[in-house]
């Protein structure tokens, strides 16, 4: 056999070039379709930075204009009404507490119904849809709309912070439940449990770290959206940012905001740590 199959071989490459058979290459893929849109993209940044009304020249004199307004407000701070300051950090960080408690209790079930093997198709595109509307609507469109409703109070930024959290919140919710392994939730369908039993038994434990986390995460968002919304009166350090920043009262401005960014810096330190703790253990 190793004769004929060296016959063979030999025969086969004794065969003239032009008798062998020629392998053909395969087709280059087409760009054409990359192409387009990337030059579709580049018309439409184009014809945007064409029609906005700006004078890009006066984005010289923008390093100077910066540099004297930091200079107003953090030469020479006015330290006289940092209680005042201080208690009104507190009101946005109660604010964006209670929007995360509100945002969490409401969406962590709607989202657990929004996941695949939970809750019926029919439930679950809705759920998805209602999360997308949430979404797509900022938070300071929600606060204006509640204004005319609940007034000038903090209530109504965090009602507003709660209701717009409830988008991502869900989302975040239904996703971490789809890519948990299916172990528990196979041993819980074999032991005859139901959807209630497969939740509680099998996902919810399995869920528990990632939600306590993405919770935390809603709270450090919040306390920076916390400041926004007071800006359009939902109380808060944003109502008293915005106040003196009408009056020019510059060495104020720059005390509100050396506040808010030692706070924020100091509630993302906590709740990361938090975070790690709860995701990796002691």
């Known amino acids: 056999m190793n004769a004929a199959l060296d016959s063979r071989s030999r025969t086969a ?26 030059a579709v993209v ?6 945007s930075a064409a029609t906005l009304d700006v004078e890009w020249s006066d984005l010289r004199e923008l390093p100077a204009a910066v540099a004297e307004y930091a200079a107003l407000m953090f030469a020479d701070p006015d330290w006289s009404r940092l209680p005042r300051a201080l208690f009104e950090m507190w009101r946005s960080i109660s ?26 198709a029919w439930l679950r595109l809705a759920l998805r849809g209602l999360f997308a ?24 930024g965090a009602l507003a912070l709660g209701i717009a959290g409830i988008g ?24 005859g449990g139901g959807r209630t039993a497969l939740v509680r038994w099998a996902l919810w434990p399995a869920a528990l770290p990632a939600l306590l986390s993405f ?13 926004v919304l007071g800006i359009v009166g939902a109380g808060g350090i944003g109502s008293m940012l915005a ?4 009056y020019r009262e510059w060495d104020t401005v720059g005390m509100l905001l050396i506040v808010v960014v030692v706070t924020t810096m100091a509630v993302d330190s906590v709740s990361g ?10």
């Open 13 to 38: 490459t004794s065969r003239p070039a032009s008798e062998r058979p020629v392998l053909a290459l395969p087709p280059r893929p087409s760009r054409l379709g990359q192409t387009v849109a990337t």
């Open 42 to 47: 580049g018309l439409v940044l184009l014809v």
């Open 95 to 120: 604010m964006a507490w209670l929007g995360a408690m509100l945002c969490v209790v409401v969406s962590i079930p709607l989202g657990m119904l929004a996941a695949h093997g939970v809750g019926p």
């Open 133 to 156: 509307v949430i979404r797509a609507v900022p938070e300071v469109i929600i606060a204006l709309v509640l204004l005319t409703v609940t007034g000038l109070t903090p209530f109504t």
């Open 168 to 191: 991502t919140q869900g989302k975040w919710t239904y996703e971490t439940v789809e890519t948990l392994r299916d172990g528990a939730a196979d041993a819980v369908r074999a032991a």
């Open 215 to 227: 919770a935390l995460y809603r709270f450090e968002i919040n306390i920076r959206m916390s400041a």
């Open 243 to 246: 106040n003196y920043t009408n």
């Open 273 to 282: 740590a938090l975070r790690r703790r709860i995701m990796e253990g002691a």
